[in-house]
C-alpha cells in the first residue's frame, strides 16, 4: 500500500513519518566528512551489510536513498538516520524500479555520487546436488544478485556520465573467488559479480567513473544468520552467530558489518580516486592459504 502510493507519488514511504532532525554519531564517533557533499544510493540496504554503510556513510556526511525491497524496515532505517536518510520502495529485479530510485536520488539531491548495488540473497540454504538443482531457483538468485547488479550500474552510468564521475561499488562475496563455499547459485553469481566489475570498469575508465567490488568472508548479518541456522535447528542466535564469528582465521579478530562498511567508505571516498576495477576481499586473509593436511606421527602406519 504505501509502496504503491509512494511509487504514483513519487515520495518514499518515510514522507509519510515525521523524521528526527539529527545526524546520526554510530558509537558516539563523530565522522571527519569523507562523503561531505556526496549523495549515495544503496540497495538492500534495509538491513546487514548495507544498513551498517548507510550509517557509515551519513556519519562520513553523504545523503544517503535507502533503496529496498523492504519496505517496513527500509523506511525504519531511514527514519533511524534523521534528515540525511531517504528511503525509495525498489526490488532490483525491476529495472524500471531501480531506474526510478536513482532518479529520486537525482530529483532531491541533483546528483548522484555513489552507487552501491550490494542487494543480494543465498538461495536454498541446502545446497542441493547439481544434479538435483532447481533451475527456477537458480533464476531467482540470479534476478537479484546478478541482474539486479547490472541493472544498478546501467542507470547509475547514465546519470553519472554527462557528469563524468562517480563511484560504484557492488557486493560479491568470497563465494565469488572459491568453490565449496556456499550453494551452486550463490557462488555462481557472486562469482559474476566480480567479472560483471571487471567488464563495466574497462568501459566506465574511460568516461571518469570508477567501480569497485567489496567481497566479504561470511559475518553475521540476518541473511547468513538465517542461512547458517538451517543447518542448526536447535541452536540459539548466540550459537549460531558464535559459530559464523569461529570461521576467522585472522587471531583475535572477528568479521563484522562495519569492516565492510569502512571499506565501501573507502572505495566510495575520493581517497579511492585512482582505484578502479578492484576487488576489495574482506576476509582476514581466509581464501590467501590454505594448509596442508599433514598426518600427525601417530597416523603414520
Ligand atoms: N552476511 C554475509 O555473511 C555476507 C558475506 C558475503 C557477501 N554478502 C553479501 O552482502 C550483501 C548484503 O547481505 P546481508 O548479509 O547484509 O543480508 P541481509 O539479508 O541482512 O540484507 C540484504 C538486504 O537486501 C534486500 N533485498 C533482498 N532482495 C532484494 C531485492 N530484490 N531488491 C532490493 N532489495 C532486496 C533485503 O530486503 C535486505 O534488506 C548480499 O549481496 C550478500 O550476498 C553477505
Redesign the pocket.
Known amino acids: 500500500m504505501l509502496r504503491s502510493l509512494a511509487r504514483n507519488f513519487k515520495f518514499g514511504t518515510n514522507d509519510l513519518v515525521r523524521k528526527p532532525a539529527r545526524f546520526y554519531s554510530r558509537n558516539g564517533r563523530a565522522g571527519d566528512g569523507r562523503l561531505e557533499g556526496k549523495v549515495a544510493l544503496i540497495?538492500?540496504?534495509?538491513?546487514?551489510?548495507?544498513?551498517?554503510t548507510a550509517h557509515e556513510f551519513v556519519q562520513q556526511g553523504a545523503q544517503v536513498i535507502i533503496?529496498?525491497?523492504?519496505t517496513h524496515?527500509?523506511s525504519q532505517v531511514a527514519y533511524d538516520l534523521g534528515s540525511s536518510a531517504f528511503f525509495v520502495p525498489?526490488?532490483?529485479?525491476?529495472e524500471a524500479?531501480v531506474a526510478e530510485a536513482i532518479h529520486i536520488a537525482v530529483a532531491r539531491h541533483g546528483k548522484l555520487d555513489i552507487m552501491y548495488n550490494?542487494?543480494?540473497?543465498?538461495g536454498p540454504a541446502i545446497p542441493p546436488s547439481i544434479t538435483d538443482l532447481d533451475l527456477n531457483e537458480f533464476d531467482r538468485v540470479m534476478?537479484?544478485?546478478v541482474r539486479?547488479t547490472v541493472a544498478g550500474i546501467k542507470h547509475a552510468a547514465r546519470v553519472m556520465l554527462p557528469v563524468g564521475s562517480g563511484s560504484i561499488l557492488c557486493?560479491?562475496?568470497?563465494?565469488g573467488l572459491m568453490g565449496g563455499l556456499g550453494p551452486h547459485p550463490?557462488t555462481i553469481?557472486?562469482f559474476t559479480?566480480a567479472g560483471i566489475v571487471k567488464s563495466m570498469a574497462s568501459e566506465l575508465c574511460r568516461v571518469g567513473i570508477r567501480i569497485n567490488c567489496?567481497?566479504?568472508?561470511?559475518?553475521?548479518?540476518?541473511?547468513?544468520l538465517?542461512q547458517i541456522g538451517q543447518f542448526f535447528p536447535g541452536l540459539t542466535q548466540e550459537q549460531i552467530v558464535a559459530i559464523?564469528d569461529g570461521f576467522s582465521e585472522l587471531k583475535g579478530v572477528k568479521?563484522e558489518?562495519i569492516d565492510?562498511a569502512r571499506a565501501a567508505l573507502y572505495l566510495a571516498s575520493d581517497e579511492a580516486k585512482y582505484i578502479t576495477g578492484h576487488n576489495l576481499i574482506v576476509d582476514g586473509g581466509f581464501t590467501s592459504f590454505k594448509n596442508l593436511g599433514f598426518p600427525s606421527l601417530d597416523q603414520i602406519a
Do not use: F, W
Open positions: 540497495t538492500g540496504s534495509a538491513s546487514g551489510l548495507g544498513k551498517a533503496a529496498d525491497v523492504d524496515l527500509g525498489c526490488d532490483v529485479t525491476d524500479q550490494n542487494a543480494g540473497i543465498t534476478r537479484i544478485n539486479g557486493t560479491s562475496s568470497i563465494s550463490y553469481s557472486k559479480v567489496i567481497s566479504p568472508t561470511p559475518i553475521p548479518t540476518p541473511m547468513s538465517a559464523v568479521c558489518e565492510v
